[in-house]
């Protein structure tokens, strides 16, 4: 079975700061990667995704992520956060003929 | 596009009671997905269906839970009778096809807390 790890529970940052965070997946075969994020008071929503190719994908509001297959990793990064950015983070993966599963999230606070 | 539309936003029971959450899809999308998401947790997918058939229900707790998708298009998730643990967030989702290849569209959720 597929299981997803956040390795952050709570990240508070300053405006201007770079943020990373961390997912790894546990799955052998061949996968699908999505960020999800959940502004207060907002429903979930894509952030970015990765099938196939450029293991480097690009999202809204200026998130990128970066698929390391040997690390079985899918980190979110971006390099200047600002306070709207303030929101919790969710990694998923995708397996054919499985379930898509969540991490447990990452809520990230950006003082202004 | 209209996005997933849940009802109620918020509910609040008592244990043994019984409730009823409802969604309607993304006009078009043949599957729907329940996900109940409990406070400090990621969603966590309790039954999916493609039309109006189920295609996987192996962590939905058959005893209390039951859904269901008439015509292929709504669908209703009842809790019968609900215990202290169900307060979680129900979110719904839906996609166009069950593929490899797809994005699922969330809605608002209805937030349940049982008492």
């Known amino acids: 079975a597929q299981s997803v790890s956040q390795h952050n529970h709570h990240v508070i940052l300053s405006e201007a700061a770079s943020l990373e965070l961390g997912c790894n997946y546990s799955?052998?075969?061949?996968?699908?990667l999505f960020w999800y994020v959940q502004y207060p008071g907002q429903h979930l929503q894509l952030l970015l995704k990765?099938?196939?190719?450029?293991?480097l994908v690009k999202g809204i509001k200026g998130f990128e992520a970066e698929f390391i297959k040997s690390k079985f990793s899918f980190n979110l990064r971006k390099p200047s956060v600002q306070w709207s950015d303030t929101a919790e983070y969710f990694c998923?993966?995708?397996?054919?003929?499985?379930?898509?599963?969540f991490g447990g999230g990452t809520r990230v606070l950006v003082k202004p | 596009e209209a996005g997933v539309a849940q009802s109620p936003r918020y509910k609040i029971i008592e244990k043994r009671q019984s409730v009823a959450f409802w969604c309607n899809p993304i006009?078009?999308?043949?599957?729907l997905y329940w996900y109940q998401q409990i406070l400090g947790q990621g969603p966590k997918l309790l039954i999916q269906?493609?039309?109006?058939?189920?295609?996987?229900d192996s962590q939905l707790p058959k005893d209390r839970f039951s859904a269901e998708r008439l015509k292929g298009v709504d669908s209703t998730l009842k809790i019968q009778p609900a215990k202290l643990e169900d307060s979680a967030v129900y979110l719904c989702?839906?996609?166009?096809?069950?593929?490899?290849?797809?994005?699922?569209?969330f809605g608002p959720g209805t937030r349940l807390t049982v008492l």
């Open positions: 989702a839906s996609s166009s096809v069950d593929g490899f290849l797809e994005e699922q569209f």
């Open positions: 799955y052998g075969g061949t996968v699908n």
């Open positions: 990765y099938f196939s190719g450029d293991p």
């Open positions: 998923a993966v995708k397996a054919a003929g499985n379930k898509l599963t």
């Open positions: 006009s078009g999308h043949a599957t």
């Open positions: 269906f493609q039309n109006n058939g189920v295609v996987d």
